[in-house]
């Protein structure tokens, strides 16, 4: 069981995604006007889904103003498919989106993907490319210096990390990572691999390479 918050707009929506997670087990708080929503509520929950186009306050708004406040996953719902609308949300501190429309069965997969990851228990640390991974925490540091990564980035970093020399799609990364192996979207990869690299590039190193036509390695 966990405590889901949904945030859109459209009654209609807020009432199809309570109805699917509260069959799995979950406790679904909905809203349609998060301007009214006190920000101290957001820390109790274990995973937000949030609409991108609302009329009061925009998702991409919302995240950046609750990103600091809270730890839990945030997956965007959203009908845009741009590039640039997927580079910011991501870039903002979400960890996935889900496009409209959706249907049950992916929807119930891609919660309980992120909900089984938050929950996963891992009890060590290593180095590799100049960089500390405390996995404990699940953080990731430089010259004791904390790398800013989010908890999706972090994820693919010490997946590639931790097999460091193998090539793997961008396929495999994301069910690895997110455990849903439907109609998951890759481009979710891409995007969240060009952040690591930004973030990586401004301490000098470039462990992840790409090998074109295969997907991604960590190289020593």
């Known amino acids: 069981m966990a405590y889901i918050l949904a945030i859109d707009d459209e009654e209609g929506i807020l009432s199809i995604i309570k109805n699917a997670l509260a069959k799995e087990g979950h406790i679904v708080t909905t809203i349609s006007n998060p301007t009214n929503f006190q920000k101290d509520q957001y820390i109790k929950y274990d995973l937000i889904l949030l609409d991108v186009m609302m009329p009061e306050i925009d998702g991409f708004s919302l995240c950046k103003e609750i990103r600091n406040l809270v730890d839990c996953p945030i997956i965007f719902l959203t009908a845009k498919t741009m590039e640039q609308d997927i580079v910011m949300g991501l870039s903002i501190g979400g960890d996935d989106y889900i496009s409209k429309p959706f249907g049950i069965g992916e929807l119930r997969a891609r919660v309980a993907a992120h909900l089984r990851r938050e929950h996963r228990e891992k009890q060590n640390a290593f180095s590799i490319s100049d960089v500390k991974f ?87």
């Open 134 to 220: 405390n996995i404990t925490a699940k953080e990731v540091y430089h010259n004791d210096e904390l790398i800013p990564f989010t908890k999706s980035e972090y994820s693919i970093c010490e997946y590639l990390a931790t097999n460091h020399g193998q090539v793997f799609s961008k396929e495999k990364i994301y069910e690895s990572i997110f455990g849903f192996d439907g109609n998951s979207d890759t481009s979710a990869i891409v995007e969240h691999i060009k952040n690591i690299r930004s973030k990586l590039k401004k301490i000098g190193i470039t462990p992840i390479e790409t090998v074109w036509g295969i997907g991604y390695k960590w190289k020593e």
